[in-house]
């Protein structure tokens, strides 16, 4: 079945600079990465998503960039804002997998004002 | 629209006991997903449906399980309880109109906690 590394587990950034995290991934069937943003009591909210076919797709500050050769996907978050801080992942699914999605284990992500 | 509605927000049981929580989907969607969130598993796959029938299913106990009515609202059950059931469990509702791979949206999830 897939399997969702994300790194890193937590990251720290000084507020207005930048944000990466990665995931890779292990089925190359997979073909569907969204990404979600969950805060302190609350459910995952999805900020953005791209699909295989697909190289990069950015709304505003949030991109998100695929290569599927090294089966690797990244989010980028650019000009942090306190707001941005929570815990985010990634996760991957395929055709087949029918609303089974597999998730990375988060990243907690602090910005420092 | 009205997003996901989970009830009940919060939940207290003892071992041995059963629970039933409900998911209430976004008007239009008719595929339900059930994740468990834990802080040493994170996010994992319980099962989905859509109209009413089982179609994928994730690697848990038979001691959980779920069903979906007609109107696409979906519960799920867990019978005797234990400690190791603690978690927030969340349901994801899409429309599921392009095969297997659909935005999935999640409600806010219940937090069971088995004492």
């Known amino acids: 079945g897939e399997n969702v590394e994300q790194h890193p587990s937590t990251l720290s950034v000084q507020e207005g600079d930048s944000a990466v995290i990665k995931c890779t991934y292990s089925?190359?069937?997979?073909?569907?990465f969204p990404w979600y943003k969950q805060e302190l009591g609350k459910g995952p909210q999805l900020i953005i998503d791209?699909?295989?076919?697909?190289g990069e797709k950015k709304d505003q500050r949030i991109a998100v960039t695929l290569n599927k050769t090294a089966k690797h996907f990244s989010l980028h978050i650019t000009e942090t804002q306190p707001e941005d801080s929570a815990v985010y992942f990634c996760a991957a699914t395929s055709t087949d997998s029918w609303g089974k999605l597999q998730f990375g284990a988060g990243t907690q992500v602090v910005v420092t004002p | 629209k009205a997003g996901v509605t989970q009830t009940p927000r919060y939940l207290i049981k003892t071992r041995g006991q059963q629970v039933t929580l409900s998911c209430s989907p976004i008007s239009g969607h008719r595929s339900v997903s059930w994740y468990q969130q834990t802080p040493g598993q994170g996010l994992q796959f319980l099962f989905e449906?859509?109209?009413?029938?089982?179609?994928n299913k994730g690697n848990f106990p038979g001691r959980f399980s779920g069903r979906q009515f007609s109107n696409s609202r979906s519960e799920m059950n867990v019978s005797t309880l234990e400690l190791g059931d603690s978690a927030l469990y969340l349901c994801a509702t899409g429309t599921s109109e392009s095969i297997g791979t659909d935005t999935q949206y999640f409600g806010p999830g219940t937090r069971l906690t088995v004492l």
């Open positions: 791209i699909r295989s076919n697909v």
């Open positions: 089925d190359s069937a997979s073909n569907y």
């Open positions: 449906y859509f109209s009413e029938t089982q179609r």
